[in-house]
């Protein structure tokens, strides 16, 4: 089955950085776009960034453009989120995200929290 576990978030401070891991098994992960999600208390859950099955294309949310890198290794079948220059804004629990067959997988995410 598919699962997609999320590592790397935690208690930065303004400006700092980060890097989120998802680590996917079930599927054949080299053959599917991957994505970030993010959501913030009270808010619906928004697209962060997305990266082609083999790494060469990738958008990112306005909000994160510039600051964010989304990467992938497809031999480790795992996905990145490199994170610079946090905000405060960016306090949200983070998802990775696939769509097989149709159907939307998620992780159980990962905690991300910018503040001093």
């Known amino acids: 089955q598919v699962q997609l576990v999320e590592s790397g978030g935690g208690l930065v401070q303004p400006g700092g950085s980060l890097r989120l891991s998802c680590a996917a098994s079930?599927?054949?992960?080299?053959?599917?776009?991957m994505s970030w999600y993010r959501q913030a208390p009270g808010k619906e859950r928004e697209l962060v960034a997305r990266i082609s099955s083999l790494g060469g294309g990738t958008n990112y949310a306005d909000s994160v453009k510039g600051r964010f890198t989304i990467t992938r290794d497809n031999p480790k079948n795992t996905v990145y989120l490199q994170m610079n220059s946090l905000k405060p804004e960016d306090t949200a629990v983070y998802y990775c995200?696939?769509?097989?067959?149709?159907?939307?997988?998620w992780g159980q995410g990962t905690q991300v929290t910018v503040s001093s």
């Open positions: 079930g599927f054949a992960f080299s053959r599917y776009d």
């Open positions: 995200n696939v769509r097989v067959a149709l159907k939307p997988y």
